[in-house]
């Protein structure tokens, strides 16, 4: 027996684009006032999120979407409970000032503990201690 797909109404605010390439997601993401990621269970560290975060888009997130990156609610993101996410939502597309504070917050976050030259600094430390022990 075959199942029939269910239809969603989509709001008027919210565009469905599937798979995209790089040049339209960095065109969506420009167009993006909020990032949303109601992850309800994540292992290691959701790459989406740290995308929305150097682009400076404000996130809200669930506690298992911000697993691993160490962000500070309120601050860099606006971690929630899914049951509580559509009153963040609400209050994140409404509140200019929090929307700036997040996307400033989140930006720098990932400049300090995630681009590319922490990253090899932090690599390079685990070669040097490795050799150290070796002599």
């Not at 919210?14 to 269970?41: F, R, W």
Request: hydrophobic content about 35%; overall charge neutral.
């Amino acid at each position: 027996m075959l199942h029939e797909k269910k239809k969603v109404r989509i709001p008027e605010n919210v565009t469905l684009y599937g798979s995209v390439d790089e040049d339209k997601k960095l065109q969506i993401y420009a167009a993006s006032d909020i990032a949303i990621n109601p992850m309800e269970h994540c292992s290691g560290i959701n790459l989406k999120m740290l995308e929305y975060m150097a682009a400076g888009i404000p996130v809200i997130t669930t506690y298992s979407g911000a697993s691993g990156i160490d962000v500070e609610n309120g601050r860099e993101a606006i971690i929630s409970r899914l049951e509580d996410f559509e009153k963040k939502i609400v209050r994140l597309l409404y509140d200019s000032e929090l929307r700036s504070v997040l996307s400033e917050g989140g930006r720098s976050l990932v400049e300090r503990k995630f681009s590319w030259t922490r990253i090899g600094e932090k690599i390079h430390g685990i070669y040097e201690k490795e050799l150290d022990k070796r002599g």
